[in-house]
């Protein structure tokens, strides 16, 4: 065999063993990438379930600061309250 046959074959290996060598590291960058993009999207529902909450309470404070009828109904709901001529019966 020529040198020059020797060489090309060498540096067909090299050029196959780093062929081996970015497509291994492209692989495991892909899958660490797609681990990093479920956890965004969990955390991106997990966002929109708090605002969403959120939204539910400007609501109800809004309407504990401005509503006397719901102040009333929350009172008598949530604390068993009743005005003078009332009766509260609690079923367990």
């Given at each position: 065999m020529s040198f020059g046959r020797v060489f090309n074959i060498l540096f067909a290996l090299a050029?196959?063993?780093?062929?081996?060598?970015?497509?291994?590291?492209?692989?495991?960058?892909?899958?660490?990438?797609?681990?990093?993009?479920?956890?965004?999207s969990q955390?991106?529902?997990?966002?929109?379930?708090?605002?969403?909450?959120?939204?539910?309470?400007?609501?109800?404070?809004?309407?504990?600061?401005n509503d006397p009828e719901y102040i009333e109904q929350t009172i008598r709901t949530k604390l068993n309250y009743a005005k003078d001529d009332e009766l509260v019966f609690r079923f367990e």
């Open positions: 050029y196959l063993a780093l062929f081996a060598f970015a497509f291994t590291y492209l692989y495991q960058e892909n899958d660490e990438l797609r681990v990093l993009k479920e956890r965004q955390a991106q529902e997990q966002l929109d379930t708090y605002r969403e909450e959120v939204a539910t309470k400007r609501d109800e404070l809004s309407r504990l600061s």
